[in-house]
């Protein structure tokens, strides 16, 4: 008899197995694993972004992200003209970004193991807004030390086309869409693939409004 965690939610609530998906090597999407605590992740970023106000961060070639970003954790993804890196400090504020809730390391650690990936220990988690028109430009994250890590990556609000490539940049992504809870989770062989969410489409999410955030967690130093 094998032993899951899991076994005694009624299967529509169930996490991981049958409605688990390949997207790569090494990358798999875990449709709604974050549902029964989306509400919470949510009250969370209301906390940290009252600390740690959501920005839009310019790129080194000097355009402004439309994505709006904010951090929490040890250390924080930013960018400006010098180039992207992780900083402890929001330079916003001057002071160390708001530490990483309990529950947000919890979850990512479960993700991680549920997709092959045990004892992640994230230091970062770089929290994304995109309100509808908002896109990301295909993009590798290799700003991080360990490449042995996996990033997890959680959406919550308005349906996204999160666009999953390749090694190369001219490789031809796949659209896969991320729904509210779920979380894609990615590593090994794709850890440095190409990726990006497309123009989000209009629309209101019940708890989230007219937005969708998104939170990936990093092992960053
Ligand atoms: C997003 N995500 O979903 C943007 N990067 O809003 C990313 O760029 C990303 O989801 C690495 C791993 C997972 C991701
Ligand atoms: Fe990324």
Redesign the pocket.
Same mark, same amino acid.
């Given at each position: 008899m094998t032993f899951d965690l899991f076994d005694n939610l009624p299967e529509s609530h169930s996490r991981g197995g049958e409605h688990n998906e390949a997207i790569g090597p090494g990358a798999v999407v875990l449709r709604g694993f974050a549902l029964s605590r989306a509400a919470a992740l949510h009250d969370a970023i209301a906390q940290i972004q009252a600390e740690a106000p959501f920005r839009h961060l310019v790129t080194p070639g000097g355009f402004r992200m439309s994505?709006a970003m904010t951090n929490c954790g040890t250390l924080g993804w930013v960018s400006d003209a010098r180039g992207y890196r992780y900083d402890r400090i929001d330079p916003d504020s001057g002071r160390p970004w708001p530490a990483m809730p309990t529950d947000f390391a919890e979850i990512a650690r479960e993700a991680a193991a549920a997709a092959g990936y045990p004892d992640f220990a994230p230091d970062a988690c770089l929290i994304?807004r995109?309100t509808p028109g908002t896109r990301?430009s295909l993009?590798q994250?290799r700003n991080e030390r360990d490449l042995r890590a996996p990033?997890?990556?959680v959406?919550l609000g308005l349906p %996204?086309v999160?666009l999953f490539g390749g090694a190369q940049r001219a490789d031809r992504p796949a659209r896969v869409r991320?729904a509210h809870g779920d979380i %894609?989770v990615?590593g090994g062989p794709s850890r440095l693939y190409y990726?990006?969410?497309a123009p989000l489409a209009d629309g209101s999410h019940p708890l989230i409004g007219a937005l969708?955030l998104?939170l990936?967690f990093r092992k960053a130093g």
């Open positions: 994505v994304n995109y990301l993009h994250d990033i997890v990556s959406s %996204a999160f991320m %894609a990615w990726h990006g969410i969708r998104n990936t």
